[in-house]
T-cell receptor, first 113, second 111 residues
Framework: DVKVTQSSRYLVKRTGEKVFLECVQD?????MFWYRQDPGLGLRLIYF???????EKGDIPEGYSVSREKKERFSLILESASTNQTSMYLC????????????FGPGTRLTVT | SQQGEEDPQALSIQEGENATMNCSYK?????LQWYRQNSGRGLVHLIL?????REKHSGRLRVTLDTSKKSSSLLITASRAADTASYFC???????????FGTGTRLTIIP
């Protein structure tokens, strides 16, 4: 079974702090994604990566950056956390080989105070 | 922008009844998928239907797709308490790896 893990289930940070959210997958998937989920808005794509050191902006990249130094790990970085970044963050991975389903981690609920 | 909109936003039914939820989308698609999310957890893939398919079954799940109306429905038969969750549709477009998710239907099964 594909396993996608996220470094924290719950995280509380202060405004202005630099925040790192880590995601690791164990199935050698090329594609990895970061979403945020807010009530009434569904999931919105922040960034995704096709391969190591490759990244593309999603629909809402402002205020975020990402890093993919190893194939199994995809990090989301909030350079200077703000209260409007309080949200549930979900990481996902998939193989590009003709399959379309994504495999999700358990999520990190981030609160910025 | 949100590609998919689920309807209804929330649904409560008695255990054993069938649950139907709908998804509408705006642009042409390659595939449409349904995912389930248990409270506060990640999403789990349920079923995928391709744009050239009209109906697909998997266990107690039945998905239909009407590309002329840009809509899909998910039917869960003989519902169980464990089906209590939020359900999301997601679409992808030809040549594009990204998924666009809808806003979800929150399903509650009353024992």
């Amino acid at each position: 079974d594909v396993k996608v893990t996220q470094s924290s289930r719950y995280l509380v940070k202060r405004t202005g702090e630099k925040v790192f959210l880590e995601c690791v997958q164990d199935m050698d998937h090329e594609n990895m994604f970061w979403y945020r989920q807010d009530p009434g808005l569904g999931l919105r794509l922040i960034y995704f990566s096709y391969d190591v050191k490759m990244k593309e902006k999603g629909d809402i990249p402002e205020g975020y950056s990402v890093s993919r130094e190893k194939k199994e790990r995809f990090s989301l970085i909030l350079e200077s956390a703000s209260t409007n970044q309080t949200s549930m963050y979900l990481c996902a991975s998939k193989t590009p080989a003709g399959r379309y389903e994504q495999y999700f981690g358990p999520g990190t609920r981030l609160t910025v105070t | 922008s949100q590609q998919g909109e689920e309807d209804p936003q929330a649904l409560s039914i008695q255990e054993g009844e069938n649950a139907t939820m709908n998804c509408s989308y705006k642009t042409s698609i390659n595939n449409l998928q349904w995912y389930r999310q248990n409270s506060g957890r990640g999403l789990v893939h349920l079923i995928l239907i391709r744009s050239n398919e009209r109906e697909k079954h998997s266990g107690r799940l039945r998905v239909t797709l009407d590309t002329s109306k840009k809509s899909s429905s998910l039917l869960i038969t003989a519902s169980r308490a464990a089906d209590t969750a939020s359900y999301f549709c997601a679409t992808d477009r030809f040549g594009n790896e990204k998924l666009t998710f809808g806003t979800g239907t929150r399903l509650t099964i009353i024992p």
